[in-house]
């Protein structure tokens, strides 16, 4: 499976952005699916994930602000980021794994990741 994300850029705080991942090589309709951000000295973290019924848990810190769903029509998922704060800021990778959980340690599969950096 190869995922490749998009829609990352720079914004203001408050502001909102829209990622998208989009998957190849393979259908991730038996996996979970997750959006992970890391930022320079630090592990990487988990923010959404979302099962493939479409199930979605969430970190706390992004609670009510952010909103994960996938079409597995289309073998893609997003991620709406609304009310950023510069605390978002960061590397946002794309993830395809077996367990329903934001540990970033139990995904198989991963994107590149796209730049969020909120001012």
């Known amino acids: 499976v190869q995922l490749v994300e998009s829609g990352g850029g720079s914004v203001q705080a408050g502001g909102s952005l829209r990622l998208s991942c989009v998957a190849s090589?393979?259908?991730?309709?038996?996996?979970?699916m997750g959006w992970f951000r890391q930022v320079p000295g630090k592990g990487r973290e988990g923010v959404a994930v979302i099962t493939n019924g479409g199930l979605p848990a969430y970190a706390d810190s992004v609670k009510g602000r952010f909103t994960i769903t996938r079409d597995s029509s289309k073998n893609s998922m997003s991620l709406q980021m609304n009310m950023l704060n510069p605390e978002d800021s960061g590397v946002y990778y794309c993830?395809?794994?077996?367990?329903?959980?934001?540990?970033?340690?139990?995904?198989?599969?991963w994107g590149r990741g796209t730049q969020v950096t909120v001012s």
């Open positions: 090589g393979s259908t991730t309709s038996d996996y979970c």
């Open positions: 993830a395809a794994g077996d367990r329903f959980q934001l540990r970033p340690g139990l995904f198989k599969f």
